[in-house]
């Protein structure tokens, strides 16, 4: 089926997914483009590109559209993924951006893992916070994890690992947080209580404008598959879903700094991460 589907044909393609999900597949991925494609295809029972692309436009376009995309992302994660990251923010931001906040008579805590996968890194930022917290039971803490496929946010609500996904978390958590099964690591209700998974497309601007109140989001190895343009979109979303004084986490090879000013940058130890400028708010409703 592959001489069916030309290069002009993978150019609408390309187009289409960088307008819904604002990731350009270039040239050197057309094989597994195209690949992904005929699987499409082959599903819908479509002999032909032409008619495969015309259902997908217009006879089922919200539901093809869908599964098109979540076989053509990428959902590689591990717990603990980049420990160092979250070393830092665990001893270094987060104590001092508590006490700011108990200052303020605020105790709740709001944390955004955007592009969550099968959900290991919300699942780690809440052992994190659960470690880190000495008086845990006293904060409202809420973690929202989203993704724009939705295989995988049935597989984060399940919670259930295997030792390739568990390779890097330490032991004693390991011991804590999770249950051995037949069938790999299942991650405990207390750890499981606070996540929230939710479908969101990062370029869905009415969806990404509903996002509010956050002192953390961890948006990372995502924005390395888009554009400039889209880039500067999602970030300009979740600086106004930010808090004022407010941090974003992106993967080790991305950066904001030729996309927007709007950012503080800091380096914590060997990583950097970004802070929308201003003080940490008091609780609704009282005395600032």
């Known amino acids: ?56 436009l217009f006879t089922d376009r919200e539901t093809e559209l869908a599964f098109l995309i979540e076989e053509v992302t990428v959902n590689e994660t591990y717990l603990f993924r ?12 987060l104590p001092s951006y508590l006490q700011a906040k108990r200052t303020k008579g605020n105790y709740s805590l709001n944390v955004w893992s955007a592009a969550c996968s099968t959900g290991e890194e919300p699942y780690t930022l809440a ?70 998974f939710e479908q969101l497309n990062l370029m869905d601007r009415p969806g990404m404008r509903r996002k509010r109140v ?19 979109q999602v970030l300009s979303s979740l600086y106004d879903a930010l808090v004022p004084g407010g941090y974003v986490f992106l993967g080790h090879s991305e950066s904001v700094g030729r996309i927007t000013a709007s950012f503080a940058l800091e380096r914590i130890g060997d990583f950097l991460c970004y802070k929308k400028p201003g003080a940490v708010l008091p609780r609704p409703g009282s005395p600032s």
């Open 214 to 232: 956050f002192d953390f989001i961890f948006c990372r190895n995502v924005l390395i598959y888009f554009s400039d343009d889209s880039r500067k």
């Open 82 to 93: 980049d420990f160092p990251q979250l070393r830092g923010f665990a001893e270094d931001v």
């Open 127 to 196: 052992i994190i916070l659960r470690e880190m917290i000495d008086d845990y039971d006293r904060w409202n803490t809420n973690i929202l994890a989203t993704d724009i496929d939705r295989r995988v946010l049935r597989q984060a609500r399940i919670g259930l690992y295997d030792e390739r996904a568990i390779k890097e978390t330490p032991i004693p958590y390991k011991q804590k947080y999770f249950r051995r099964t037949p069938d790999g690591w299942q991650v405990k209700p207390d750890i499981q209580e606070p996540v929230a």
């Open 1 to 56: 089926m592959s001489e069916l589907i030309s290069n002009a044909d993978l150019e609408r393609i390309r187009a289409l997914l960088y307008k819904e999900t604002g990731i350009y597949f270039e040239a050197k991925k057309d094989y597994f483009l195209k690949s992904r494609l005929q699987q499409r295809m082959q599903a819908q029972c479509c002999a032909t590109f032409q008619n495969y692309y015309k259902e997908l």
